[in-house]
């Protein structure tokens, strides 16, 4: 069964083709990669899947339901999460807070009951702090709750764009080049939460430039040229089809 | 700031008990910043110049007078504010303020504290029909003036009548006094509506105006913006004539207009002191004239000192700074006392009694001319 | 530090509150209209400080609870404080319905169409619309309030309704700001884009923080309607908003304790500079800019929340 | 039909102005990205100090009528340009990294401390311009009363913009506003001096501005200290109207709404005149949401 199912996406910017017809399935429980060369619409498609940007044309069924025309935050509510490619913190709030943002989506109360502060207020404002610290526990980032999020190093910021993902309880977890910026020691041990986010039932579908990542963690990858689909399948797949050599070789140093 | 505020307060209260008892204090609450601060600004000089005049003639009651001055703002808050300022510096009465709105936002505060108050210019009816008692005003009512505009209307002979005002108290009131009046007398009011004032282009009003085809026009608003109405209506080679209502007495009018457009304008309004024959008009001129170097820019402001003029001789007349003596001697026993823009008496509400308003009309030298 | 300013606060408080026992009626009548400008931050503070949003017409809200007092105080004699919560409604009803279409402007358009309504409001009074706003001459004659048949009518008694609305109000800020809400709201300010996109319903809580605060003011409008007895168009002019705006800022935005120091500056100085008399407003300007220069945050800027955390190894932790 | 061009050629010669200080307000936020709330009083100091030249020097009387014109113009706007630029030093460089809103305040302070500077230096009563400067004659055309000198000012006001768009356009250092407006950050690592740049905008739009005041004053005659409150907010939505950081938007919108009053003026009623143009502004607002000619910025996710 399929987590996500893309049916023939297309959006133009202008005169330009960003996602040409594109279709692709993210199965269950598995990790899948997005690559292709820069300007091949691999964010385009996750503004798409996530409501920033209204597709011209084609499906978005997630968990069997078309999500093409909600808003974003009922698009998180139902389930899926993102990090951003330009890391999107709210860096004048605190760690904690940022990961409360994600907790968000999941409480009810409202400002009634803020300035009332009654007991079911206060009891889920609780559990929300406990659940966003497990969060931070589960990222590492536990010790810098009460930090600033601007005052974070880069590698801290991504993951706690991914806290603050997780933080909403995602079945499907979008990651925008998750690993940018990242050293080599920071990357090793992103794959290892990567896969442990999986180890949790979520779904994960992420974008990325560092092709060694991308190929030890995804198990099937779908390569996007020009926005359009030129390859679909396992690592191995695709690491030897000559569209992908010719797109990546004509177009970047990669 | 807090420390500020408290410390300030208590040196004015010090301040206010050492010094209390060796002068006369009489408040001037006038606009002196904001969009009225030129009528403020002349109202404060106008006060300042009497109240010096009284002192080198010996005083009042054999005390010096101190004229405290609040600014209002022309803004109702600071007004009320204004006002407790004052009463809480023990004036024994407040001269001011300009603005019926601004006027009634600190009616209560006096009255409540027992504080006389002199209104200039306010010519709003409700301000005295409330029954305060330490309430009174130097200047006429927009009833009376509305009375006499309309007089002034019929007897040349209009049929269609435009009627423009901006959507001020005074000058809506004037136009809806107006208005009612005139179509009592079957006038036709071929045009009604509001000028924004503080505007410079007014062509389209006229434009629209014009359309209407009126025999006259009657402007009850002030007179910046009826000397560009002027300007402009001679620009477009509009030959209607203009009655303008009593804000319109300025000499600025004329600048702003030029003397060949405003010639053959007629404007009502309380004779000013330049037209009034009595010695206290032409020395206070001459006085004015010498400390300043200009005439006064407002009949409004004039008022004031009108005001200042009859509190002292009530004081002086009842030798007691006691509001309800002082009060009562205005209402009673003041009668024709000779003012700078005429005599002067008032009646039991506090409204000044008589006939005051007069038509006016600029001649070809810009200047203004006393209608018989 | 925390206890230090603990001890300053309550101070304070303490000061101010017997404040009216050693001033006479002008400071108290001083220190009254500070109150309102005080609980009109309070509520601005919410839009322009929390939501970072750009609201140059606050004056409008506060306007519409001001004319519902006035109007239902004048025709039906309702009792003044019986009408609070109807001016919240009024106020608070007309700013979901005239924000709405308009949320989603950005920054410096969503100024200019506060500014733009600010104006409307305020020439539909000066036109009398619908016949019930009476023009420029505006309505009289509003009763002062009374609490258990006492009359309220000095500024010593006025003192302790405002400062007590204003307590109330520190009250309900504090615990809306220390919330999912105020937090929302602060996500919102930070990036927007991100906001929407950890599930937070950005239109949602843009228009409800405008409805709060706009609620907020209408109450603060019944109150200043009941002080003044007369209110008129003039009171609610752009000028007003200005003053509301540059008073978060100028204290401390997000801040209320900022928002309080804010609006003993914006009515204390004018009234500190009142010797100076003509010169007291470019004074007033001059001061402006250099507060901003030198706290660029305000005087008491907003500090982070504090949270109790739950702790393996300590119990708990400040975060 | 004749008072609708009538009404219609009312609207263009207010628009035309407004479109002026407009201009202004557009570039400086184009490149600062602040809105300078003191740019009104930079107008009215344009009128002020036009009277004070036009008075003291009898510019006419040794040079006639036209060249005097064209003199105190220049000396205007070369002292409301030193004017804006020094505001700029003052007031707004510091506040440069701070926080927008705090600019804002610091310019809402701008604009108090000039206007009641311009207060004190110059009195509270209004002041008048000298009369008979301008020839007086007004054209006849089919019915249409167009006066000469409203035809001027249109014109100039047109030239000026003209001029000022060639500038942007065609010069390197336009081309270095138009680099510094999109991205200052980048425009620096291009070798752009922003500060320059900044610098330049300052001396532009008040320089705009105080033309734009001195023709109010030579036009209309009748000048105060607050009028750069009424003309600044009215320049400020015609900025916005044409989407504000837009040159030919400003001049759009400046014409638009001087059209849009007079016309709601005409034909709906006098009284509510701003109003309307306000609810105009919203509606178009609400169909594009950055201004007519305001670009529909795309944020980058």
Same mark, same amino acid.
């Given at each position: 069964?399929?987590?996500?199912?893309?049916?023939?996406?297309?959006?133009?910017?202008?005169?330009?083709?960003?996602?040409?017809?594109?279709?692709?399935?993210?199965?269950?429980?598995?990790?899948?990669?997005?690559?292709?060369?820069?300007?091949?619409?691999?964010?385009?498609?996750?503004?798409?899947?996530?409501?920033?940007?209204?597709?011209?044309?084609?499906?978005?069924?997630?968990?069997?339901?078309?999500?093409?025309?909600?808003?974003?935050?009922?698009?998180?509510?139902?389930?899926?999460?993102?990090?951003?490619?330009?890391?999107?913190?709210?860096?004048?709030?605190?760690?904690?807070?940022?990961?409360?943002?994600?907790?968000?989506?999941?409480?009810?109360?409202?400002?009634?009951?803020?300035?009332?502060?009654?007991?079911?207020?206060?009891?889920?404002?609780?559990?929300?702090?406990?659940?966003?610290?497990?969060?931070?526990?589960?990222?590492?980032?536990?010790?810098?709750?009460?930090?600033?999020?601007?005052?974070?190093?880069?590698?801290?910021?991504?993951?706690?764009?991914?806290?603050?993902?997780?933080?909403?309880?995602?079945?499907?977890?979008?990651?925008?080049?998750?690993?940018?910026?990242?050293?080599?020691?920071?990357?090793?041990?992103?794959?290892?939460?990567?896969?442990?986010?999986?180890?949790?039932?979520?779904?994960?579908?992420?974008?990325?430039?560092?092709?060694?990542?991308?190929?030890?963690?995804?198990?099937?990858?779908?390569?996007?040229?020009?926005?359009?689909?030129?390859?679909?399948?396992?690592?191995?797949?695709?690491?030897?089809?000559?569209?992908?050599?010719?797109?990546?070789?004509?177009?970047?140093?990669? | 700031?807090?420390?500020?505020?408290?410390?300030?307060?208590?040196?004015?209260?010090?301040?206010?008990?050492?010094?209390?008892?060796?002068?006369?204090?009489?408040?001037?609450?006038?606009?002196?910043?904001?969009?009225?601060?030129?009528?403020?600004?002349?109202?404060?000089?106008?006060?300042?110049?009497?109240?010096?005049?009284?002192?080198?003639?010996?005083?009042?009651?054999?005390?010096?007078?101190?004229?405290?001055?609040?600014?209002?703002?022309?803004?109702?808050?600071?007004?009320?504010?204004?006002?407790?300022?004052?009463?809480?510096?023990?004036?024994?009465?407040?001269?001011?303020?300009?603005?019926?709105?601004?006027?009634?936002?600190?009616?209560?505060?006096?009255?409540?504290?027992?504080?006389?108050?002199?209104?200039?210019?306010?010519?709003?009816?409700?301000?005295?029909?409330?029954?305060?008692?330490?309430?009174?005003?130097?200047?006429?009512?927009?009833?009376?003036?509305?009375?006499?505009?309309?007089?002034?209307?019929?007897?040349?002979?209009?049929?269609?009548?435009?009627?423009?005002?901006?959507?001020?108290?005074?000058?809506?009131?004037?136009?809806?006094?107006?208005?009612?009046?005139?179509?009592?007398?079957?006038?036709?009011?071929?045009?009604?509506?509001?000028?924004?004032?503080?505007?410079?282009?007014?062509?389209?009003?006229?434009?629209?105006?014009?359309?209407?085809?009126?025999?006259?026009?009657?402007?009850?608003?002030?007179?910046?913006?009826?000397?560009?109405?002027?300007?402009?209506?001679?620009?477009?080679?509009?030959?209607?004539?203009?009655?303008?209502?009593?804000?319109?007495?300025?000499?600025?009018?004329?600048?702003?207009?030029?003397?060949?457009?405003?010639?053959?304008?007629?404007?009502?309004?309380?004779?000013?002191?330049?037209?009034?024959?009595?010695?206290?008009?032409? @020395?206070? +001129?001459?006085?004015?004239? =010498?400390? /300043?170097?200009?005439?006064? #820019?407002? !009949?409004?402001?004039?008022?004031? %000192? $009108?005001?200042?003029?009859?509190?002292?001789?009530?004081?002086?007349?009842?030798?007691?700074?006691?509001?309800?003596?002082?009060? @009562?001697? +205005?209402?009673?026993?003041? =009668?024709? /006392?000779?003012?700078?823009? #005429?005599? !002067?008496?008032?009646?039991?509400? %506090? $409204?000044?009694?008589?006939?005051?308003?007069?038509?006016?009309?600029?001649?070809?030298?810009?200047?203004?001319?006393?209608?018989? | 530090?925390?206890?230090?300013?603990?001890?300053?606060?309550?101070?304070?408080?303490?000061?101010?509150?017997?404040?009216?026992?050693?001033?006479?009626?002008?400071?108290?009548?001083?220190?009254?209209?500070?109150?309102?400008?005080?609980?009109?931050?309070?509520?601005?503070?919410?839009?322009?400080?929390?939501?970072?949003?750009?609201?140059?017409?606050?004056?409008?809200?506060?306007?519409?609870?001001?004319?519902?007092?006035?109007?239902?105080?004048?025709?039906?004699?309702?009792?003044?404080?019986?009408?609070?919560?109807?001016?919240?409604?009024?106020?608070?009803?007309?700013?979901?319905?005239?924000?709405?279409?308009?949320?989603?402007?950005?920054?410096?358009?969503?100024?200019?169409?506060?500014?733009?309504?600010?104006?409307?409001?305020?020439?539909?009074?000066?036109?009398?619309?619908?016949?019930?706003?009476?023009?420029?001459?505006?309505?009289?004659?509003?009763?002062?309030?009374?609490?258990?048949?006492?009359?309220?009518?000095?500024?010593?008694?006025?003192?302790?309704?405002?400062?007590?609305?204003?307590?109330?109000?520190?009250?309900?800020?504090?615990?809306?700001?220390?919330?999912?809400?105020?937090?929302?709201?602060?996500?919102?300010?930070?990036?927007?884009?991100?906001?929407?996109?950890?599930?937070?319903?950005?239109?949602?809580?843009?228009?409800?923080?405008?409805?709060?605060?706009?609620?907020?003011?209408?109450?603060?409008?019944?109150?200043?309607?009941?002080?003044?007895?007369?209110?008129?168009?003039?009171?609610?002019?752009?000028?007003?908003?200005?003053?509301?705006?540059?008073?978060?800022?100028?204290?401390?935005?997000?801040?209320?304790?900022?928002?309080?120091?804010?609006?003993?500056?914006?009515?204390?100085?004018?009234?500190?500079?009142?010797?100076?008399?003509?010169?007291?407003?470019?004074?007033?300007?001059?001061?402006?800019?250099?507060?901003?220069?030198?706290?660029?945050?305000?005087?008491?800027?907003?500090?982070?929340?504090?949270?109790?955390?739950?702790?393996?190894?300590?119990?708990?932790?400040?975060? | 039909?004749?008072?609708?061009?009538?009404?219609?050629?009312?609207?263009?010669?207010?628009?035309?102005?407004?479109?002026?200080?407009?201009?202004?307000?557009?570039?400086?936020?184009?490149?600062?990205?602040?809105?300078?709330?003191?740019?009104?009083?930079?107008?009215?100091?344009?009128?002020?100090?036009?009277?004070?030249?036009?008075?003291?020097?009898?510019?006419?009387?040794?040079?006639?009528?036209?060249?005097?014109?064209?003199?105190?113009?220049?000396?205007?706007?070369?002292?409301?340009?030193?004017?804006?630029?020094?505001?700029?030093?003052?007031?707004?460089?510091?506040?440069?990294?701070?926080?927008?809103?705090?600019?804002?305040?610091?310019?809402?302070?701008?604009?108090?401390?000039?206007?009641?500077?311009?207060?004190?230096?110059?009195?509270?009563?209004?002041?008048?311009?000298?009369?008979?400067?301008?020839?007086?004659?007004?054209?006849?055309?089919?019915?249409?009363?167009?006066?000469?000198?409203?035809?001027?000012?249109?014109?100039?006001?047109?030239?000026?913009?003209?001029?000022?768009?060639?500038?942007?356009?065609?010069?390197?250092?336009?081309?270095?506003?138009?680099?510094?407006?999109?991205?200052?950050?980048?425009?620096?690592?291009?070798?752009?001096?922003?500060?320059?740049?900044?610098?330049?905008?300052?001396?532009?739009?008040?320089?705009?501005?105080?033309?734009?005041?001195?023709?109010?004053?030579?036009?209309?005659?009748?000048?105060?200290?607050?009028?750069?409150?009424?003309?600044?907010?009215?320049?400020?939505?015609?900025?916005?109207?044409?989407?504000?950081?837009?040159?030919?938007?400003?001049?759009?919108?400046?014409?638009?709404?001087?059209?849009?009053?007079?016309?709601?003026?005409?034909?709906?009623?006098?009284?509510?005149?701003?109003?309307?143009?306000?609810?105009?502004?919203?509606?178009?607002?609400?169909?594009?949401?950055?201004?007519?000619?305001?670009?529909?910025?795309?944020?980058?996710?």
């Amino acid at each position: 069964m399929s987590m996500l199912c893309i049916k023939n996406l297309t959006k133009r910017f202008g005169g330009v083709m960003a996602v040409n017809d594109v279709s692709f399935e993210v199965p269950a429980g598995s990790i899948m990669g997005l690559i292709g060369p820069n300007g091949a619409g691999k964010t385009t498609v996750f503004n798409l899947i996530t409501g920033i940007c209204r597709p011209d044309q084609g499906e978005i069924i997630f968990d069997e339901k078309s999500i093409v025309n909600l808003l974003t935050h009922n698009i998180i509510s139902l389930g899926i999460a993102r990090t951003f490619q330009t890391i999107r913190l709210f860096q004048n709030l605190s760690v904690l807070e940022n990961v409360l943002a994600g907790r968000h989506s999941r409480m009810k109360s409202g400002s009634l009951r803020a300035m009332l502060r009654t007991p079911f207020q206060r009891g889920e404002e609780e559990a929300a702090i406990a659940k966003a610290v497990q969060t931070l526990n589960f990222v590492g980032l536990r010790r810098d709750a009460a930090q600033l999020a601007k005052n974070l190093s880069y590698g801290n910021q991504r993951l706690l764009e991914i806290a603050r993902a997780l933080a909403t309880e995602p079945r499907l977890l979008i990651l925008d080049e998750p690993a940018g910026g990242m050293n080599e020691q920071e990357t090793t041990n992103l794959i290892t939460l990567i896969r442990k986010i999986r180890d949790q039932r979520t779904t994960i579908l992420l974008i990325e430039h560092d092709m060694s990542l991308v190929m030890r963690v995804c198990e099937n990858i779908v390569v996007l040229d020009y926005g359009a689909k030129i390859s679909e399948g396992t690592a191995e797949t695709v690491k030897n089809d000559p569209l992908v050599i010719e797109a990546y070789l004509g177009t970047d140093e990669e | 700031m807090r420390k500020i505020l408290f410390f300030t307060a208590a040196f004015c209260l010090i301040a206010a008990t050492t010094f209390g008892a060796s002068t006369i204090k009489i408040g001037l609450m006038a606009p002196l910043t904001g969009p009225w601060a030129s009528e403020g600004q002349d109202m404060k000089q106008i006060v300042e110049l009497l109240a010096g005049e009284l002192n080198e003639h010996g005083g009042l009651l054999g005390k010096k007078v101190e004229v405290i001055s609040a600014d209002d703002g022309g803004d109702p808050k600071t007004a009320a504010l204004a006002a407790q300022k004052l009463v809480t510096q023990d004036v024994v009465g407040a001269i001011g303020t300009y603005g019926s709105s601004i006027t009634e936002a600190s009616q209560n505060i006096y009255d409540e504290s027992k504080v006389i108050q002199i209104a200039n210019g306010s010519t709003a009816v409700r301000l005295t029909a409330k029954g305060l008692k330490y309430f009174f005003r130097t200047s006429p009512r927009d009833d009376e003036q509305g009375r006499v505009g309309v007089q002034a209307l019929e007897k040349f002979g209009y049929k269609n009548v435009a009627i423009l005002h901006d959507n001020t108290t005074y000058a809506k009131g004037l136009a809806e006094e107006a208005r009612a009046l005139l179509e009592k007398k079957n006038v036709n009011i071929v045009f009604y509506d509001a000028l924004t004032p503080g505007e410079r282009d007014y062509t389209a009003i006229l434009t629209k105006m014009k359309s209407a085809r009126p025999d006259g026009v009657f402007f009850t608003g002030y007179y910046p913006e009826c000397g560009l109405l002027l300007r402009q209506k001679k620009e477009m080679n509009w030959n209607v004539p203009f009655l303008g209502g009593d804000a319109n007495n300025n000499p600025d009018l004329i600048k702003i207009a030029g003397t060949d457009a405003a010639e053959g304008f007629y404007f009502l309004s309380p004779p000013v002191p330049q037209d009034l024959p009595s010695r206290e008009a032409s @020395d206070f +001129l001459k006085a004015y004239k =010498k400390k /300043y170097g200009t005439t006064p #820019g407002s !009949i409004w402001a004039v008022l004031s %000192g $009108d005001g200042f003029r009859v509190l002292t001789a009530a004081i002086k007349a009842t030798g007691s700074t006691d509001s309800d003596k002082v009060a @009562d001697y +205005l209402h009673n026993k003041l =009668k024709n /006392y000779p003012g700078l823009t #005429g005599t !002067i008496s008032f009646d039991d509400k %506090g $409204d000044r009694v008589g006939e005051v308003y007069r038509v006016y009309r600029v001649n070809a030298k810009g200047e203004f001319i006393l209608q018989p | 530090m925390r206890d230090h300013s603990k001890i300053i606060y309550s101070t304070m408080t303490v000061l101010l509150a017997m404040s009216p026992l050693f001033l006479n009626k002008y400071w108290v009548d001083v220190l009254n209209n500070v109150g309102l400008y005080a609980i009109l931050g309070l509520s601005l503070n919410i839009i322009v400080g929390h939501a970072g949003l750009f609201n140059l017409g606050h004056a409008a809200f506060y306007a519409v609870g001001a004319y519902t007092a006035a109007i239902f105080n004048t025709r039906f004699n309702i009792p003044v404080l019986w009408l609070l919560p109807l001016c919240a409604l009024s106020a608070g009803l007309f700013a979901a319905i005239v924000m709405r279409p308009i949320i989603h402007l950005r920054g410096d358009y969503l100024c200019i169409v506060t500014i733009g309504l600010g104006e409307i409001v305020r020439i539909a009074l000066i036109n009398d619309i619908f016949g019930i706003t009476q023009g420029a001459n505006g309505i009289f004659g509003i009763d002062r309030p009374s609490i258990f048949g006492i009359s309220i009518r000095r500024p010593h008694e006025f003192f302790y309704l405002i400062w007590g609305f204003v307590a109330v109000s520190v009250f309900f800020f504090h615990r809306l700001e220390n919330s999912r809400f105020g937090r929302a709201l602060n996500y919102l300010r930070e990036d927007e884009v991100a906001a929407e996109g950890s599930g937070i319903n950005v239109a949602h809580y843009k228009l409800a923080c405008f409805v709060i605060g706009a609620a907020w003011a209408g109450m603060v409008g019944d109150i200043f309607a009941s002080k003044m007895t007369i209110i008129s168009p003039e009171s609610f002019s752009f000028w007003e908003s200005v003053l509301l705006f540059t008073l978060i800022l100028l204290g401390g935005s997000a801040s209320i304790p900022g928002v309080i120091l804010g609006a003993f500056l914006i009515v204390g100085l004018p009234e500190v500079f009142r010797g100076i008399a003509n010169a007291r407003m470019l004074i007033f300007g001059g001061a402006m800019i250099a507060m901003m220069i030198f706290r660029t945050e305000g005087i008491l800027p907003s500090r982070p929340r504090r949270y109790v955390l739950p702790d393996e190894s300590s119990g708990e932790s400040r975060a | 039909m004749e008072e609708f061009f009538q009404q219609l050629t009312n609207g263009l010669a207010v628009g035309a102005i407004y479109a002026l200080i407009a201009l202004g307000y557009t570039m400086v936020y184009g490149v600062l990205k602040l809105i300078n709330f003191a740019h009104g009083e930079l107008f009215t100091i344009g009128s002020y100090l036009g009277l004070t030249l036009l008075t003291s020097l009898g510019l006419s009387d040794v040079f006639g009528p036209v060249l005097a014109i064209l003199l105190l113009a220049a000396m205007v706007m070369g002292l409301v340009a030193v004017v804006g630029a020094l505001l700029e030093r003052t007031a707004y460089r510091p506040l440069r990294e701070s926080p927008r809103l705090s600019a804002v305040v610091s310019a809402l302070g701008a604009s108090i401390f000039f206007q009641n500077a311009v207060m004190l230096i110059y009195g509270a009563r209004l002041r008048v311009y000298p009369l008979g400067i301008l020839p007086r004659t007004a054209v006849n055309l089919f019915g249409i009363y167009l006066p000469l000198v409203k035809l001027l000012i249109l014109f100039a006001s047109v030239a000026i913009m003209t001029a000022l768009y060639l500038y942007i356009h065609k010069t390197r250092i336009g081309t270095a506003i138009r680099a510094a407006a999109i991205d200052q950050g980048a425009a620096r690592l291009m070798g752009i001096d922003v500060d320059r740049v900044i610098l330049i905008v300052f001396l532009i739009g008040p320089a705009l501005g105080g033309a734009a005041g001195l023709m109010v004053g030579l036009l209309y005659g009748q000048i105060n200290f607050t009028m750069g409150w009424v003309y600044g907010l009215k320049a400020f939505t015609a900025a916005i109207l044409g989407g504000i950081g837009n040159i030919p938007g400003a001049m759009v919108g400046g014409i638009l709404l001087g059209v849009i009053e007079a016309m709601g003026a005409a034909y709906i009623s006098i009284a509510w005149k701003d109003a309307i143009a306000f609810v105009v502004l919203i509606l178009i607002l609400i169909v594009r949401p950055t201004g007519l000619l305001g670009e529909r910025v795309a944020e980058k996710v």
